[in-house]
């Protein structure tokens, strides 16, 4: 379908009795969206089930609080079956607000819809409408098709550079489509390229397109390298990793006048980067998307100062001696710094299936693989772990696939996941736990189709059709890159303060708090041993590290 026939996406307002100011409200978003008014569960159901057959966009759908013919969960529920990706909001009446509120609050903890309003008493209902638009942003930035592309790729068909590229661009922000070179649109962009015909091509806005072969590729035009840095330069602050502690490390650092540099291997983010939806992160009510929080961050680091280079894994770390600074050495250049903060995270531990392994990138991704969702629509998935972002993804990919089962190997959820997320997974009709089991073997023509399942309990294998098997599978910190002068724990987390042998202690006195054995190098968030594995605990490190720099860089000035 072109651009010129694409149907406007609806904003479906089931308004029995206030139609009136509903309307009068929803009348901004008239020239971009399909405004529908319904009066009753029955004719909203009847609408999205016909917009989906049809294939027409649904961006959003309001509801009052009390309908004539069901009640609201009920309903809510319908309409959810009937298209999962829309977002859903209960706008109640202000004579019913704070009458209906302790009933309907609580199908926010299940996920039963996105947010509980007030509806609007009069003009310019700011508050209302940061809300609505908030919404709006997070069903377009999840969509198949993105309503602006920031770049596009061309390439006649799906395959794991293709789809790494899209989940990298999803992480960064920048929405993005796939066109076949033999499209209308494929074809202008090709016009445009100068060289030997190679897939997939990238391009963006401004630039010429060019082949990409990686994700780094794409990464060094859109941020460069950190050779860029002058040779001479010394920074004071280079922090390696840019997942939550690395970004608070980043904003804190930069906006106390020191000079940061931050290195990523991937996407700024990191793991957290990848949730489709946090709901528990302090201050915002209706959740966020890490996506969202880390480009945030992100953009406050910029502000004040901070560079990012992504796509460039850290190969070497080498202490300065006698004053000298700290060398980071990546295979896109070094930087020298005069303190070094280690905020790489974690990894995913592999599978180590090797059937498995050769599909990743095609039907199997290690992470949430956010964009990988849109293209499972009507297939069967499975992921595999227990922890929150396990279930983060679970409820993301059941927006798009026919159903999502969650494999652990422990009895149940209650141990590793958050209780609000299991409630949520507890209503999804769409989502099914499946304990004491793990994946064993899987393969598939040139792309995943099956998996054979053990149960641990039993011994009995079966094997199962499948379209995606998402892994996220427990904590491996990676830090073999590091030099043997920074300890390290039996499971490779890095040590800091007193959690350092005591025979390493520089005249009896332990290293500061989150300073390793190294001095003027420190560690936070995953990546150190002993640190609590949530979003908020690796910002608040970010933070807390600051002042242990600037307490380093004052005694050596």
Known sequence: MSPATTPLPMIVLCAPDHADVLREQFARYEREYDLRVTAGSGETADLLAGARAGGVPVALVVTESRLPDSEVHPALHVWRTALPTARRVVAAHWDHFMADADLLRSGLATGKYDAYLLMPRGLRDEEFHTAITELLSDWGSTVAVPEVAAAEIVSPGSDPVVTSIRDYLDRMGMPSAVVHPDSQRGQELLAGYDGPLEFPIFSRLGRPPFVARSVRDVASLIYGTPADIEVDTVVDLVVLGAGPAGLATAVYGSSEGLSTVVIESEAIGGQAGTSSMIRNYLGFPRGISGMRLAQRARNQAIRFGTRFFTGWPVTALEPGADGAPHVVRTEGGDVHARSV???????????????????????????????????????????????????????????????????????????????????????????????????????????????????????????????????????????????????????????????????????????????????????????RGGSMKRVAAASGEGASVVPLVHAYLDAGA
């Open 341 to 527: 903060v280690i905020s790489t995270g974690v990894d995913y531990r592999r599978l180590g299936i090797t059937t498995l392994e050769e599909l990743v990138g095609n039907g199997v991704h290690y992470g949430a693989a956010v964009s990988a969702a849109r293209e499972l629509e009507g297939y069967d998935v499975v992921v595999v772990g227990g922890g929150n972002s396990a279930g983060q993804a679970a409820i993301h990919l059941a927006r798009f696939a026919r159903s999502v089962t969650i494999m652990i190997r422990r009895p149940d959820l209650s141990a590793t996941m958050s209780d609000y997320l299991i409630r949520e997974i507890d209503y999804n009709p769409a989502i099914r736990v499946l304990p004491c089991a793990q994946v064993v073997d899987g393969g598939g023509d040139e792309r995943l189709q099956w998996i054979t399942v053990r149960d641990l309990n039993t011994g009995e294998e079966s094997r199962r059709e499948i379209g995606g098997l998402f892994l996220l599978l427990g904590a491996d910190p990676g830090c073999g890159w590091l030099p043997d002068d920074i300890c390290r724990d039996e499971r490779g987390f890095v040590l800091t303060g007193r959690d350092i042998p005591k025979h390493l202690w520089k005249g009896g006195t332990p290293p500061a708090n989150l300073e390793t054995a190294v001095p003027g190098i420190f560690a936070a968030g995953d990546v």
